[in-house]
C-alpha cells in the first residue's frame, strides 16, 4: 500500500513560487508504482507535475498531486553519426543538456536553460533559438491511465506543432510520459545559429555545440529571471501567428513589427514586442508584473497569488484583442 503525503504546500513545486495546498501529495521515484497508485486510488482526483514550470496555480487542489521524480539517462544504441538515448521524465531539462553536452550529442544546444523537466518538454513541444523538441524526439513511453498500461508513442503519433502535442488537446489527461527518447548528432553537426542573437554573439565561422550552448545560456540569462529569485513560468504568452493579411493590415500602421513567414505561409510575431507595444513591460501590480526586462515573462514578486498574476495577463489579452485584433493566447497551463 502506497502512503501519501496530506496537506501539503506547492509553493517549492512550481517556479512562480505560489502558495497553494494539495490535499495529497505523492512524489513518484519509480515507475512501477504508477499502476499501483491508480489501482488504489482509482476513485480518486489525480493531478500530474512535472518541474512545475509551465504552470500557473491558482486554488487549492482537492485531489492527489503526483510529482514525477523518476532519474536515469542510458544510451540505446550509437552508431558513428548518431546516438539514441533515454531519459527518464523526472530528470530536469538543462541538466541533460549539459549531459549531451559533455558527451559531445548535438541537437539539444539551442534548448539550453529551459526549465522544467524531460517528461514536460514533449507536452509543450518546447522550443527556442530555432529548434524546436520535435526535431530531436524520437519516442516516449507513456502510462495510459485508463486501461493501467505501458505503451510507446513515436514522434509522428504525438502529432508536435507549434508549442503544442497531442498531450494538450486530442490526448489530454490520457497519458503519462514517464520517458523520453532522443536522436542527437555527433559532430560534424549541422548547427542552428541563424537566430538574430545566437548570430551576433558567435564570430567566425566554425562552431562547436559547447559555444552555441554558451550564446544561448548568455542570452537567456541576460533577458530572462532565474525563477529562484523572482517568480515566473518562462513565456507566458505564445508568438502569435497571423494570416497573411491580418498581417499587411497591421504592418501599414506599425512598419516596424517584427515577422518571421511561416512554411504555411502565414506570419509568426513576437508577442514580447505587442505587450511592449501596449505599455505593460515592467509594469508591477502589487506583487505581480512583467518583467522589465522581458515582456513576454509574467513574475512573482514574493507573495501574489495566482489570481492576480492572472489578472493581469487577462488585462494584457484584453488590450490586445482591443490594439492589434489579436488573440494572445497563454502559453503556461491555468490550474
Keep these: 500500500m502506497l502512503k501519501l503525503k496530506e496537506n501539503v504546500s506547492l509553493k517549492k513545486y512550481n517556479s512562480f513560487g505560489i502558495e497553494v495546498f494539495t490535499e495529497k501529495f505523492f512524489l513518484l521515484t519509480k515507475i512501477s508504482q504508477l499502476k499501483e497508485l491508480f489501482t488504489q486510488f482509482q476513485k480518486e482526483s489525480i493531478r500530474v507535475h512535472g518541474g512545475g514550470s509551465n504552470m500557473l496555480l ?10 514525477i521524480a523518476n532519474k536515469g539517462i542510458s544510451v540505446l544504441n550509437e552508431t558513428e553519426t548518431s546516438v539514441l538515448v533515454s531519459v527518464q521524465a523526472g530528470e530536469n531539462w538543462h541538466e541533460f543538456v549539459l549531459w549531451c553536452l559533455k558527451h559531445n550529442y548535438g541537437g539539444v544546444e539551442n534548448l539550453a536553460l529551459i526549465p522544467g523537466s524531460v517528461g514536460a518538454s ?35 503519433e504525438c502529432l508536435f506543432r507549434y508549442r503544442d502535442s497531442i498531450f494538450k488537446k486530442k490526448s489530454k489527461g490520457k497519458y503519462i510520459i514517464t520517458s523520453v527518447c532522443f536522436q542527437l548528432q555527433k559532430p560534424p553537426h549541422q548547427l542552428q545559429i541563424g537566430y ?16 552555441v550552448a554558451k550564446a544561448v545560456i548568455s542570452i537567456r540569462q541576460s533577458k530572462l529571471p532565474d525563477p529562484k529569485e523572482i517568480g515566473n513560468s518562462g513565456s507566458f504568452f505564445k508568438n502569435p501567428i497571423l494570416s497573411k493579411s491580418h ?89
Aim: net charge negative.
Design 122 to 156: 514533449p507536452i509543450q513541444n518546447i522550443g527556442a533559438y530555432g529548434v524546436e523538441l520535435k526535431s530531436v524526439f524520437h519516442s516516449c513511453e507513456v502510462f495510459e491511465i485508463e486501461n493501467k498500461s505501458f505503451k510507446t508513442l513515436s514522434n509522428e
Design 58 to 67: 491558482t486554488k487549492d487542489y482537492d485531489g492527489i498531486t503526483l510529482v
Design 196 to 211: 538574430g542573437d545566437i548570430k551576433n554573439q558567435l564570430t567566425g565561422k566554425q562552431h562547436s555545440i559547447q559555444e
Design 247 to 335: 498581417y499587411e493590415t497591421l504592418i501599414k500602421i506599425h512598419p516596424e513589427l517584427p515577422n518571421y513567414p511561416t512554411p504555411e505561409g502565414a506570419v509568426k510575431i513576437p508577442a514580447a514586442w505587442l505587450i511592449e507595444k501596449m505599455g505593460f513591460k515592467g509594469i508591477r501590480e502589487g506583487d505581480a508584473g512583467v518583467h522589465p526586462q522581458q515582456a513576454l515573462v509574467l513574475v512573482n514578486y514574493k507573495n501574489a497569488t495566482g489570481d492576480q498574476i492572472l489578472e493581469l495577463a487577462r488585462k494584457i489579452q484584453k488590450a490586445a484583442e482591443e490594439k492589434f485584433n489579436i488573440k494572445l493566447e497563454t502559453e503556461v497551463n491555468i490550474l
